[in-house]
């Protein structure tokens, strides 16, 4: 099992609903965010394209943050999904410099806090809010080791990337282009 | 013409519009790691050499200061933490791909191992010391005994200390400035020559206070060295650490680093150590206090920039 998100930036328009569902759902303090939006402008007017991510922690398969917890608290569990058991994260913050896509925060009780996923809902056979909650059905979430999912679906259709690969961390968003 | 614009509704505290999660704690941490491992290292080697009675200030005298320093270090460290009353997790696992780790078993390690290498020398300060306690003055004969033993578990736990902070730095592939494997021993240079510093102030003859001017005037070629060969490997690499390297070359810590760092903690001080050792008379205190100045900022400066520096997408 590895699950894994595909978002449509041809779809996205950056209404930010998947930013408050993940808010309202994760219960994330005021001020703070597991998932924002990027808007990229490219060109010179009036040739400009631009590109709208919903973004968030990408899951990776060799995650620095994992690599570099001194405590164990940053964890892989089953899926792939990268984890923080609060009980044991210090707050030493290595995690937080160690994510090229600055994916965690500081959460104000002290230890470190990220997008899980949603696991609580997935285990319910349920998707995660943001995907939940999109009003373009731009995101797609599912297992990519069964081959009808619909993520393995769109994948399978669709030209994607992944954010800074070259960063070596094998993530598991992909944004269809 | 190519115009790119990212705008982003994140606005994370500590982490945006750049990352700044680590403050003066780590760094002093560093600083204060550093010239610790630099001196438990000399006290160390020239026990092991069996030149203990030439050069008692590298050997008895200046260990004294290296549990206090090290228990403010470890008060920054803890001071940093956010989940503070959790610190002790750090105790209950080992990960060998943390250097975090690494560092927090090592300090578990040698902060004793300095404890009792000042009670085997109290006597350096206190000549009528003695050991009422039974136990202790067991303890205190078992280790001066087993001294050059212990010489050698410190000799090693000291290099180990003095490289780990820079590897800390140096393992955050998310950050290009820290990225380059220069840092672990630009660091261990750095805090060798803090110690061998440090050890000049408690050197009693003039003979130890030139071998250690000598050996400090080495080290800072050795990190003059690395520096030339870090900001060479940062040109020749990809954009990210080109853009990295620009922070320092012309960016916004270019003058804090070449004056303070280069300039007032490496470059004069060489030039008064030169001085002392063609027999001119300087100021002791002088040298020492540039070197642990520019080590000092090092840190301070390598830990801000750092969190500057970021990939580009």
Request: glycine share 8%; with cysteine; charged share 15%.
């Amino acid at each position: 099992m590895r699950y894994a998100m595909a978002i449509d930036t041809k779809k996205c328009v950056g209404c930010a609903d998947c930013v408050v569902a993940c808010q309202t759902e994760n219960m994330v303090p005021i001020g703070y965010c597991r998932d924002w939006i990027v808007e990229v402008t490219d060109g010179t007017y009036p040739q400009l394209e631009i590109e709208i991510r919903s973004e968030r922690c990408n899951h990776c398969d060799n995650s620095p943050c994992v690599r570099c917890c001194p405590t164990g608290a940053s964890h892989y569990v089953e899926g792939g999904i990268v984890k923080v058991t609060q009980h044991k994260c210090i707050g030493c913050g290595a995690c937080i410099a160690s994510c090229p896509y600055d994916a965690r925060y500081s959460h104000p009780d002290g230890y470190v806090d990220k997008c899980t996923f949603c696991d609580h809902r997935i285990k319910l056979g349920e998707q995660p809010a943001c995907v939940a909650v999109c009003p373009t059905k731009c995101m797609y979430f599912g297992d990519l080791d069964d081959p009808n999912s619909e993520v393995s679906k769109v994948l399978k259709k669709r030209k994607y990337k992944s954010l800074i690969p070259e960063a070596g961390t094998r993530p598991h968003v992909f944004y269809l282009i | 013409m190519r115009e790119e614009l990212i705008t982003s509704g994140r606005m994370n505290a500590h982490i945006d519009p750049h990352l700044e999660i680590w403050h003066w704690h780590i760094p002093l941490y560093l600083f204060l790691g550093g010239l610790t491992a630099g001196i438990l290292f000399f006290a160390a080697l020239y026990t092991i050499l069996g030149k203990e009675e030439r050069y008692a200030g590298a050997v008895r005298r200046a260990p004294v200061v290296v549990p206090f320093l090290l228990i403010i270090g470890l008060a920054a460290l803890f001071l940093d933490l956010r989940h503070k009353l959790y610190f002790w997790q750090l105790y209950t696992t080992i990960k060998l791909e943390s250097p975090m780790s690494w560092g927090a078993w090592t300090l578990m390690a040698i902060t004793p191992i300095s404890v009792i290498w000042l009670a085997i020398h109290i006597q350096e300060f206190f000549p009528k010391w003695e050991w009422k306690n039974i136990i202790l003055k067991d303890l205190n004969g078992f280790f001066v005994k087993n001294k050059v033993g212990l010489a050698w578990v410190m000799l090693v736990l000291s290099l180990i200390l003095g490289i780990y902070t820079g590897i800390l730095f140096s393992a955050f592939n998310a950050r290009p400035l820290w990225n380059t494997s220069i840092l672990g021993p630009l660091f261990l240079a750095s805090g060798l020559s803090a110690g061998a510093a440090t050890i000049i102030l408690f050197a009693r003859s003039h003979d130890e206070r030139l071998l250690f001017a000598r050996i400090d005037l080495m080290l800072i070629g050795i990190e003059l060295f690395l520096i030339i060969h870090m900001f060479m490997g940062f040109r020749a690499s990809t954009q990210v650490q080109i853009e990295a390297s620009g922070l320092f070359l012309g960016g916004p810590y270019t003058a804090p680093f070449w004056i303070f760092v280069v300039m007032l903690g490496m470059v004069v001080p060489a030039f008064l150590e030169i001085l002392e050792l063609r027999h001119k008379k300087i100021p002791v205190y002088l040298p020492v206090a540039l070197v642990l100045f520019g080590s000092l900022m090092l840190r301070f400066i390598i830990a801000y920039a750092g969190q500057f520096s970021r990939w580009l997408y």
